[in-house]
């Protein structure tokens, strides 16, 4: 039988509080792909991400938007 599934998105730009959280799903994605492709694995350091998007935001140099499920940050994209 067909199911239908909705869940409610909510897209917005993000903020300093969200960097910790962006920071993770950075990590988590870059885990993931040298997993799944073999790759040779490199290091990536969170709080040198964390204090890289700390720049980047403060500086305007790149507009990051977060998407939310449920007030959990699930993903991130480039904002332009």
């Given at each position: 039988?067909?199911?239908?599934?909705?869940?409610?998105?909510?897209?917005?730009?993000?903020?300093?509080?969200?960097?910790?959280d962006i920071a993770r799903?950075?990590?988590?994605?870059?885990?993931?792909?040298?997993?799944?492709?073999?790759?040779?694995?490199?290091?990536?350091?969170?709080?040198?991400?964390?204090?890289?998007l700390k720049d980047f935001?403060?500086?305007?140099?790149?507009?990051?938007?977060?998407?939310?499920?449920?007030?959990?940050?699930?993903?991130?994209?480039?904002?332009?």
């Amino acid at each position: 039988a067909d199911r239908e599934f909705t869940m409610k998105w909510l897209i917005r730009e993000a903020t300093y509080s969200d960097i910790n959280d962006i920071a993770r799903l950075v990590k988590d994605l870059t885990d993931e792909i040298i997993e799944r492709t073999n790759a040779k694995h490199f290091n990536v350091n969170i709080e040198q991400m964390t204090k890289l998007l700390k720049d980047f935001l403060e500086n305007g140099k790149y507009s990051v938007l977060v998407a939310l499920q449920e007030n959990e940050i699930v993903g991130f994209g480039d904002g332009g």
